[in-house]
């Protein structure tokens, strides 16, 4: 969206700058996208880029609705394009070396899982502009429900969950200030997110 700063990059890496994503969907040499936009604001451009033949790296959360989420599904089976998110924590080594010693079996079959995640009032308050369209599960734990899921290896079965609003909506910000939710996986075990 920065003309400006796109073409000083673009010139230092030979490469062609676009301020507007449409624009750069007609070109026939961009084989995949990287969509690094605000949460609420995936949708568009991932189904946009799957309905131009290309592939698809968005950052997380893929959608913020079920709905959403879907129609990417079903336009990425229908165009032939993959779509991925950017779950970074799956190449990260430690995180690797855990899945595979669970699928392995060398420490047995996890019964329980604990994941918090937290991160400073001036993420939400002065580092994002856009906190209010997304919440901590989305921003955060996204990456934690993502791992489990890995490590785990089993579905979801149900999910208790409650937030609290109190310090964000003070300061003018109209979303949860935590989250916690209690989920019972099919394969019997349990596991609180923070």
């Keep these: ?32 996208i990287h ?29 913020t609705t079920i709905a959403d989420a879907r129609k990417i599904v079903e336009t990425s089976k ?11 924590h799956r190449w990260a080594a430690p995180y690797a070396k855990t899945q595979a010693l669970v699928r392995a079996g060398s420490i047995g079959r996890p019964l329980m899982v604990y994941a918090r995640k937290d991160d400073a009032i001036w993420a939400a308050t002065e580092m994002m502009n856009w906190t209010a369209k ?24 149900s999910v208790y969950a409650v937030g609290v609003k109190k310090v964000l909506v003070e300061r003018g910000i109209d979303t949860e200030d935590a989250i916690q939710a209690l989920v019972r996986f099919a394969n019997g075990a349990i596991g609180t997110f923070e």
């Design 134 to 157: 997304t919440s901590s599960a989305s921003y955060l734990s996204t990456h934690d429900i993502d791992l489990v899921l890995w490590f785990m290896d089993t579905d979801v079965e």
């Design 78 to 88: 229908r165009s032939g394009r993959h779509v991925m998110v950017n779950y970074t």
């Design 1 to 32: 969206i920065n003309g400006k700063a796109a073409a000083e990059l673009a010139a230092r890496y030979g490469a062609k700058p676009f301020t507007d994503y449409r624009k750069m969907l007609e070109a026939p040499e961009v084989d995949a």
């Design 35 to 63: 969509i690094a936009t605000p949460d609420y604001l995936h949708t568009e451009p991932v189904l946009a880029a799957l309905e131009a033949g290309k592939h698809v790296l968005v950052e997380k959360p893929m959608a």
